[in-house]
């Protein structure tokens, strides 16, 4: 997958706005990170993006079976995967407080769905601060979250094999033009200039209108979306 690193996201934005891109404060950053994270969310069950899909085989299925954690949403069912088989059947389900349903309840079925999209709530890394399995930071224009049982005493953007200690919270490349105009939305939107707001907005969803396009364009007639209930 291709991924967009967070500081790039604050210079376009901050250049955008007029502001000096070599020196932005923390106010910024952080303002800029709780933006970033709520588009991230709408954005990411706005198409079947393969970045933002995975298939989970269910095995031993019975109706009333929890919707798989690594899952926020359902796209398709069906008796096979259809990434490896496109010949396989679609079942009929329904969703029912992360609970799945069907028609005809198979033993084995394959569900395809979103995977949860990333949070991103750390801070810029300190040497002087302590950190726990599970904690995030925010290091070298990336966030890094903690894996279990490892010392984290060393920035992950400093650590050349740093797999085992820390891992990076991926931003899919394609959403960087909507990302891009809508930060910049929202920036204006807390400066009260309203009205250039929504013109950055009606960019942002154009851009994010073009990449469903392309999508679509690749892979055809996009397959029916259920979410969660």
């Known amino acids: 997958m291709n991924t967009l690193r967070f500081d790039y996201l604050l210079k376009q934005v901050a250049a955008l706005a007029g502001l000096d891109t070599s020196n932005l404060p923390t106010t910024f950053f952080r303002q800029m990170r709780e933006f970033a994270a709520i588009r991230l969310d709408y954005a990411w ?16 299925f019975v109706n009333g079976t929890a919707l798989n954690a690594n899952h926020a949403g359902v796209l398709w ?5 259809l990434n490896d088989d496109p010949t396989g ?71 050349t094999n740093n797999g085992d200690v820390w891992t990076p919270v991926n931003i899919p490349k394609i959403f960087q033009h909507y990302l891009v ?13 309203m009205e250039k707001a929504l013109q950055a907005e009606a960019e942002a969803e154009a851009t994010l209108d073009e990449e469903r396009n392309h999508l679509i364009s690749r892979q055809g007639q996009s397959p029916q979306i259920a979410f969660t209930g």
């Open 77 to 81: 069912v069906a008796d096979r995967d």
């Open 45 to 60: 069950r706005t198409a079947a993006w393969p970045e933002c899909v995975s298939v989970i085989n269910y095995t031993g």
């Open 181 to 193: 105009r809508g930060l910049f939305a929202d920036y204006l939107r807390s400066k009260g200039e």
């Open 89 to 159: 059947d679609v079942l009929t389900h329904r969703l029912f407080n992360d609970k799945l349903y069907l028609d005809w309840p198979e033993d084995s079925i394959y569900v395809a769905g979103w995977t949860k999209p990333p949070e991103l709530v750390g801070e810029v890394y300190a040497a002087s601060t302590t950190y726990a399995s599970g904690d995030q930071v925010y290091s070298g224009g990336t966030f890094y979250n903690s894996a279990a049982n490892n010392n984290l005493n060393n920035a992950p953007s400093d650590q």
